[in-house]
T-cell receptor, first 114, second 113 residues
Framework: DTEVTQTPKHLVMGMTNKKSLKCEQH?????MYWYKQKAKKPPELMFV???????INESVPSRFSPECPNSSLLNLHLHALQPEDSALYLC?????????????FGNGTRLTVT | GESVGLHLPTLSVQEGDNSIINCAYS??????FIWYKQESGKGPQFIID?????DKRQGQRVTVLLNKTVKHLSLQIAATQPGDSAVYFC????????????FGIGTKLQVIP
């Protein structure tokens, strides 16, 4: 089991649907991340929240909308996705201080867009 | 740097042998390096890290070597076990931008019993 919990584990949605991915950590970490991972590829950074403020947006299309309600929770709202958005979406957290620290990942949400 | 390809580099190792997984990085401003292990159906798991002011760091059965001159990182796994079978990613962080973690292409390690 990981200390970062992601729900749901699997999600199938149509191109007109609206859905949300959820992520929770209780390690007291102050930085939280969304990554997208396609098969046989490395994770690609999408968004970073630092102290509940969006600090990095890697030019992600607006059909992906992140939200950080508090220091333990991170959401990714999905709307009008395309089939090519099908991927594993990984949430991660880190201590968030100025010194570097490793990321702690959840096991991801496997998203299929039909 | 990263290469784009359809096939993940694969390393096949006999159980009990030592494994060496290599990674080239491109950003000379990178200051912090991490190795992650990703098993099928799971998220990446932290293995070991190293700062740029070091050239070697050892953990339990794992050693990371950093050669800043040629921008090369390696992960050595001693006495490789079937449970070590996974995809291994190196990741780098630039100095002052520690949240912008960039992953390498990954290497699949297959342990032959």
């Amino acid at each position: 089991d990981t200390e970062v919990t992601q729900t749901p584990k699997h999600l199938v949605m149509g191109m007109t649907n609206k859905k949300s991915l959820k992520c929770e950590q209780h390690m007291g970490h102050r930085a939280m991340y969304w990554y997208k991972q396609k098969a046989k590829k490395p994770p690609e950074l999408m968004f970073v929240y630092s102290y509940e403020k969006l600090s990095i947006n890697e030019s992600v299309p607006s059909r992906f909308s992140p939200e950080c309600p508090n220091s333990s929770l991170l959401n990714l709202h999905l709307h009008a996705l395309q089939p090519e958005d099908s991927a594993l979406y990984l949430c991660a957290s880190s201590q968030g201080r100025n010194d570097p620290s490793p990321l702690h990942f959840g096991n991801g949400t496997r998203l299929t867009v039909t | 740097g990263e290469s784009v390809g359809l096939h993940l580099p694969t390393l096949s190792v006999q159980e009990g042998d030592n494994s060496i997984i290599n990674c080239a990085y491109s950003n000379s401003a990178s200051d912090y390096f991490i190795w992650y292990k990703q098993e099928s159906g799971k998220g990446p798991q932290f293995i070991i890290d190293i700062r740029s002011n070091m050239d070697k760091r050892q953990g339990q059965r794992v050693t990371v070597l950093l050669n800043k001159t040629v921008k090369h990182l390696s992960l050595q796994i001693a006495a490789t076990q079937p449970g070590d079978s996974a995809v291994y990613f190196c990741a780098e962080n630039p100095r002052g931008g520690y949240q912008k973690v960039t992953f390498g292409i990954g290497t699949k390690l297959q342990v032959i019993p």
